[in-house]
């Protein structure tokens, strides 16, 4: 459903012309509209949806979650305005996990379960937990499905899960064989009431950002999750289970499994191309437009921004070609923009939300933004994306941002790994026991890289150019790090303004994600 203009202007602001940048913000009415569905991640969650979502904080998860939940709505209500029309009735069921603490419900009660257990804690395998997990999961399941119990044409297939739910069975013997059965019969009555109905089951999980990764009961809980959650859209082809899984903490999960093969067999890492933030923004203000701007609406409004065409134009309209750096070089405005991103839509979002803002005030259109809106823009943006991509991480490693913060200014943006080598000695005992490598560990938060070439292809050679030094990041990259002794390293710009970085010698290169072409954003890379 296509919403009004007075609708969305409740949400396409002055202050904010393409909408939050939280996805929380955005209620269910307006998703449809602020969605572009032709997004390659929402294509693809959409095609194939996987057990679990990797990402990073601001990389989209709860977009996706909310976009594949209603599109599962939208598809049962079209199949239910087919059922009047005189086919058969098929709805599909959706069961979302949106919040910390209905989530936190569920390991309460899988910790609960444990604790009731006559076991040795220490002597109990991981394969104990994932039967733990199993059974809460389908537990919520059950309880889901018992609204549904009391509907005519529902009561005597799920017969089964209403004696469950009230614990009306009655046995003689062991109680806990008796509750095992009343249980098993309740799952099973689950999935033969799915399959009656030719219906599907959603059961997703948005977030777990909140729980303390580092404590030994959240590992020993937590090392049969994975597989259990496999477990449970195993046990019916009817049943998809997804699961968010923020990358922040990801190898702290990862090293309580026993099987990365099995857990991770079923994940989706959410990665997102320059072609398709633009299309995001383009999308969104062109909503916007709509509202403040007639005359760029005029311009794009049968513009189709999935062809490339359609988006440089769009952006010639609005953006300078070129914008003067802090180092007195000209760049392309919009790879100005992107390099001071983790190619994150929430970061390029805030970046264009405050640059549109800014023009606006003064020019009260969206066309012929000026350099210095673009810029403006982009500083004011610098302080909450450092602080929004640190947060995660001032829980997992305060001792080791408190040392940045004093040794990192006195390092070059650029600088070699005899320099790196030098200022590691400085952070002896200042920073958290468990970590191997603090080189290792400040890649994989996106704050240092490997210079390399613009493509990327060369892990070893570096770009030689006046202009960029083309950076390997965490987040433009799948693979490890590796110091070599040889190798040129570079800090993300967002965290030599954060750290306090000041440059020291006569060399005048910015950072740039490799593996871009700068001369190519509106191509598919």
């Not at 609406?297 to 513009?303: E, N």
Request: some cysteine; hydrophobic content about 40%.
């Amino acid at each position: 459903m296509v919403t009004t203009h007075s609708d969305l202007s409740t949400l396409l602001t002055v202050s904010e012309p393409l909408g939050p940048i939280q996805h929380e913000r955005i209620i269910d009415e307006y998703v449809d509209d602020l969605v572009d569905g032709e997004v390659t991640a929402f294509k693809e969650i959409a095609s194939k949806p996987h057990t679990l979502l990797l990402g990073r904080k601001g990389a989209g998860k709860s977009a996706l979650i909310t976009e594949l939940r209603l599109q599962m709505q939208r598809s049962a209500a079209m199949r239910e305005g087919a059922a009047q029309a005189g086919h058969r009735r098929r709805q599909d069921f959706v069961i979302s996990v949106l919040t910390w603490q209905h989530f936190h419900k569920i390991v309460q009660n899988v910790h609960r379960q444990f604790a009731n257990d006559d076991l040795i804690s220490d002597l109990v395998p991981s394969e104990h937990f994932v039967e733990l997990w199993h059974e809460i999961l389908w537990h919520e399941v059950i309880q889901y499905f018992y609204d549904s119990a009391h509907y005519q044409d529902s009561r005597e297939l799920l017969a089964p899960v209403t004696a469950y739910v009230n614990a009306t069975i009655s046995f003689n013997g062991d109680a806990k064989r008796a509750a095992r059965q009343s249980f098993e019969g309740a799952r099973r009555a689950v999935m033969a009431y799915l399959d009656h109905r030719g219906a599907k089951l959603y059961f997703l999980f948005d977030s777990m950002e909140h729980y303390p990764v580092r404590q030994l009961t959240f590992s020993r809980i937590f090392a049969g999750l994975f597989q259990a959650l496999n477990k449970v859209s195993d046990d019916s082809p009817r049943i998809q289970v997804t699961f968010c899984v923020p990358e922040e903490v990801e190898d702290f999960m990862s090293s309580s499994s026993t099987n990365l093969m099995k857990d991770f067999a079923s994940s989706f890492r959410i990665r997102w191309k320059p072609i398709d933030l633009l299309r995001v923004v383009a999308h969104r203000l062109r909503l916007s437009a709509r509202l403040h701007d007639p005359k760029l609406y005029a311009f794009c409004k049968d513009f189709n921004f999935a062809h490339r065409e359609h988006i440089q134009a769009f952006f010639g309209r609005v953006m300078p070609f070129e914008i003067e750096n802090a180092q007195g070089t000209k760049e392309n405005s919009l790879a100005y923009i992107i390099r001071h991103t983790q190619l994150l839509p929430r970061h390029i979002l805030d970046i264009f939300n405050r640059t549109l803002s800014f023009h606006f005030r003064r020019e009260h259109v969206f066309t012929s933004v000026s350099a210095e809106a673009v810029r403006e823009g982009v500083k004011d943006s610098q302080r909450i994306i450092a602080a929004q991509i640190l947060h995660p991480y001032e829980q997992l490693y305060p001792k080791l941002l408190s040392a940045c913060r004093t040794i990192l200014p006195d390092l070059d943006p650029i600088c070699s790994h005899s320099v790196l080598r030098k200022a590691q000695g400085r952070f002896a005992r200042k920073v958290e026991d468990d970590i191997g490598s603090i080189w290792d560990v400040l890649f994989k938060m996106g704050i240092l890289g490997r210079s390399t070439t613009q493509s990327g292809t060369h892990s070893h050679d570096i770009e030689l150019s006046d202009r960029y030094c083309y950076g390997q990041f965490h987040f433009n990259i799948d693979g490890a790090f590796g110091l070599a002794t040889d190798g040129e390293y570079c800090f993300h710009p967002v965290f030599s303004r954060a750290f306090g970085m000041v440059r020291r010698t006569a060399d005048k290169r910015v950072v740039y994600p490799a593996h871009i072409d700068l001369l190519s954003l509106y191509v598919e890379q």
